[in-house]
Each structure stands twice: as C-alpha cells, then as structure tokens.
C-alpha cells in the first residue's frame, strides 16, 4: 500500500489518448452536452418501460432515480464524496455499514427520500446502487455463498468497485469463521487490500476496510502487517486523532513501548485532555519505565475523562499499584474499590482480569475443598526428595535460578526455577529434577494447567513482595515448604500466614497477597499451580493459556 496520489481516479477514467474509457462511461461518467444528457434520458426511459432487466432486476423508479443522478446536475445531491481525490472521501458517519440496513432509504426533514449508504458508496457505485444492495441483503442473510457469487458477478462487470470489493471481503470473512479456515480468512484479507488501494473510496468505507483488516491480521498473528496498516490509515488521515491511538495501541500490541510511547505523547501535544492516548501513556510509563510516580496523574486523568476505551481494569489495576508504591495506601484502595463499582474487579481485594464469574473465590484454600487430596498426599510424602533436587540446582555455578522478572519486589533477592509454565513441560529443567517431575507428570491438573505454573521458588532475607494479584482466578496456587527458617511470612486478602516443612499451603492469587522475609536465611518451596476445582473439563480445555 501507498499513500494516495492527487488525480488517480481521474487517470483511471481516461485512456492515454484522452477518450472516454467505454467501461468507465458505462460506470459513471457525465455527458457535457444538456441537450445530449435530455435526449439520453428519453431514449433511455422509453425502452425502460418494457425492458425486462430493467423490470426484474433494477426496477423502473430506481432505474429512473438512477438516471436521474448521472444526467441531470439539477437532480444531482451535493458531491461531497469526490471533492479531493488525492484520498478517499472525507464523509463520515459512525453507523454506517454494508449490511444490517432495514431499508435503504430513509426521509429527510423535507419528505424527501435520502439513501443510507451514501456515506459509503461513491458516485459511480450510486449508479449500481441496487445490485450492491442485493448482494448485501444476502449478506444479512447469512446467505454467505450467492452473497459472495453476487459480489464477483458485480467485480466481473465493475473490477474498480469500492463496496463489491469490501461486500466481498465481509463475505469471505464471516465465511472463514463458519469453516474455520485460515485459507479463507486470508482471501479475505486481500480483498481489504484492494479496498484500500482503489481510488475515490469514500472515507468512512475506506476506514472500516482497514481496521477490519487490521483487526483480521492481528487474530491471524500479524502483528507486523496490522502495524503496517495502521500506519496507512494514519499516515492518510493525520489529523484523525482515533487513528493515531489505534496505531500507538498497535505498536504496544507488538511489544514496541516506544514507539508506542512516541504516538502516545503527539496525540496529547494535539489534544493534551485526550484521555485514551493519556491512560495508555501512562501506563506504558508505569510498566515498562517503571516511574509510578509520573504515571499517576496521566492514569487517573485519563481514567477521570471517561473517554472511549479508558474505562478497562487494566488502567485502574496499574493506578492503584503506582499509588501503593508511591506511599499513597489509602488512595491505592480508594482506587481498587472504584474498580470492583464499575466491574472490572470481584472485590477490592480480587483484582484478576482474566476470569471465569461462576468459581468460587476465597482467599486461603484447605486440602479438603479441593478435589486434590490425593495429589497433595504425595507431594507431602515425597517433599525431602523434591527438597534435595532442588537444593542440588541451587549452585551458582549451575545457574539453574534465575530473577523473578515481573517488577513484583520491592527489594531483595528472589529466584525461581520452572518446570512447567501455562501447560507445557521445561524437558531441559525437568532433566535436572527427573524425580520431582516424574512425580508431577501423574498430576494432570497441575502439568495441564494452561494459567499457572510450577516451579521452585528462593527468597534470601531482606525480600518484600509488592502486594500483588495473579491475572486469573481460575487457578489455585499451593506452595509446599522445603526449607522455611524463622522470619518469613505472607498475607493474602486480610490473613497472613506462613510455611511449614513438608506441609501445603493453599491459596487464591486472583487476591492479593504480599510476602516479606525478615529471617536469617533463604526460604525455599515448590509453588504448584492447579485448575480450579470448579472447572469442567470443556473450560479446561478452551481457555486460553497465560
């Protein structure tokens, strides 16, 4: 794709030679002469009456509307959709679309009949306004396959046409999903891409076809090319500041805070109160620069404007967590407690964002409400054996343990070694505790759970954890002791406890929990995560991992 050059669609109305294109005068180009444009029309009307396309399939008051359009200036709506044609319209209207239309037509304050899909339909699409029509109405249908047939009779007759072209696109898209194939999707896609490099494309027609594609390309894995179509849609309409948050949240999307950082700040030196480019900013200021304290007025300025796309846990979660590390503890919970009003949190204090509503949510777990009594018998019973192999890995020189990397301590040194992460096995570190992982592969829902992980866990004296949540609540989370000295201890919700060893602990992490280690050695356990016991066996399987 290319940014649009002035004159194209007049280029392609014209041959070199300066003649009208015969496909092109068929498609929608005036006459010059008034007496021509009079003469036409009679001609044209006469033999309307009995032709029998014109009966069936166009209908004689739409044919004559459409005639109308194309000959007479005076019958003619103000052009408003090809006043620049070095881009596509600048018409807009958020709820236009190419299906889900009642009727095509509606009235205006004067009783006069007004079609819907102007905002997305070009002047020389009006002049096949009725097949366009059709094809959408088996789009609304569901009829997808003589939608998509009715698409390509159209481009067979019309190949530059804007709306068969994007019909055509939804069709196949909506089809992808019904036959689950990639294949299709991917046809889809191309059929967007032409959308965007047709000329005089009407505005709002040209944007839905490059955030669904966008969209489509992300769902695809495509980071890249969805980033690639964001700058296109931006890099056409700069002025449009929705489109220049959408890129920066496409940069994010990818991994590219920077960037992403970059757009973010140019949005606000445009519109300094915009508050989806200020929740974003700060959020990015807040994770990935770790300054809480500069993240604090752009998130709860962002969140206080209620803006579009700015009321999201996400943005409560992280300013509630910046104020807590900035001192302010009673405003960090003011901050929660908004959440869990406005439903992005279970509680106050269950501040997970990736959950399934039905579950049982409690703090601290005994052995016997899960259904896993069994499993937690023989990691008890085995705990000196799971201990000495993970005490054996310990060793510098093996650099088995690696940094806790989620910005969760606030000091101190605390490691981990994993064995399992979001359902898949670690061959290399399992080969290094052959014993304990034997023991784990009988455990199917501790190995499968696709939300959790096992793994060893270290913390030398002087740690403090952030208080913190888990990002799920469909996991619970067990630690069993290995080596626990005197001095370590963790909260969860408003109860603290600590380990003992050889024995489980149980705990909810969709709640939030702190840990300290004021003691005189390191503490070492097996952190194991389970399904939720509530879970079926089909939630199992479909949840995505984390």
Request: charged share 30%.
């Amino acid at each position: 794709m290319k940014t649009r050059k002035r004159n194209t669609a007049n280029k392609e109305a014209k041959s070199e030679n300066g003649k009208a294109d015969a496909k092109t005068k068929k498609y929608g180009e005036q006459t010059s002469s008034k007496a021509a444009k009079v003469f036409l029309i009679v001609t044209i009307l006469s033999l309307a009456a009995t032709s029998f396309y014109v009966w069936n399939y166009v209908g004689v008051e739409e044919f004559i509307d459409i005639v109308k359009r194309q000959y007479l200036d005076i019958f003619s709506p103000p052009d408003v959709s090809n006043t620049a044609k070095s881009k596509p319209s600048e018409q807009t209207n958020q709820n236009a679309g190419t299906s889900k239309q009642a009727d095509d037509t509606t009235k205006t304050k004067k009783g006069k009949a007004e079609y819907s899909k102007t905002v997305i339909t070009n002047k020389a699409d009006m002049s096949i306004r009725r097949k366009l029509d059709a094809a959408d109405k088996l789009m609304d249908k569901k009829i997808i396959d003589d939608a998509i047939s009715h698409y390509d009779s159209i481009l067979s007759e019309y190949p530059k046409s804007p709306r068969a072209h994007h019909g055509k696109a939804m069709a196949l898209d909506q089809l992808s999903e019904q036959r689950q194939s990639n294949a299709i999707l991917e046809q889809s896609m191309e059929e967007f891409l032409k959308v965007l490099d047709l000329p005089d494309v009407p505005k709002q027609l040209f944007l839905m076809a490059g955030r669904r594609l966008a969209d489509r390309q992300t769902f695809r894995g495509w980071g890249g090319k969805a980033l690639k179509t964001r700058k296109f849609l931006a890099q056409n309409y700069p002025d449009d500041i929705s489109l220049q948050n959408e890129l920066g949240v496409a940069y994010l999307m990818i991994g590219k805070d920077e960037p992403a950082k970059t757009v973010f700040k140019e949005v606000l030196r445009l519109k300094p109160k915009d508050g989806f480019a200020q929740v974003h900013l700060g959020f990015i200021i807040k994770t990935s620069d770790n300054n809480p304290k500069e993240a604090i007025p752009l998130l709860r300025q962002g969140l206080e404007s209620r803006d579009p796309g700015t009321d999201d846990g996400r943005f409560y979660f992280h300013l509630g967590d910046a104020l807590y590390r900035d001192g302010l503890h009673e405003q960090a919970y003011a901050v929660y407690q908004q959440g869990a009003e406005r439903g992005h949190f279970f509680s106050m204090y269950q501040r997970s964002l990736y959950n399934v509503d039905t579950l049982t949510g409690r703090p601290w777990w005994s052995i016997a409400q899960t259904k896993y009594q069994k499993h937690f018998k023989v990691l008890e019973d085995n705990w000196k054996t799971i201990r000495d192999e993970g005490l054996a890995q310990m060793d510098i020189a093996k650099g088995a343990f690696v940094p806790e990397e989620e910005n969760l301590r606030e000091k101190g040194d605390w490691k981990q070694f994993t064995l399992f992460q979001r359902g898949q096995k670690n061959e290399q570190n399992c080969k290094k505790v052959p014993k304990t992982c034997a023991l784990l592969d009988k455990i199917p829902d501790a190995k499968g759970c696709k939300r959790g992980q096992v793994k060893y866990s270290v913390m030398q004296p002087g740690v403090h954890v952030w208080p913190h949540c888990g990002p799920t609540n469909c996991r619970i989370r067990s630690h069993l002791g290995l080596v626990v000295p005197p001095g370590p201890r963790i909260r969860v919700a408003n109860e603290t406890r600590t380990w003992e060893e050889g024995k489980i602990i149980i705990f909810d992490d969709s709640f939030e929990h702190e840990v300290w280690h004021e003691g005189d050695t390191f503490r070492l356990v097996l952190i194991i995560d389970f399904w939720h016991p509530e879970l079926t066996v089909h939630e199992k399987h479909t949840l995505s991992p984390i």
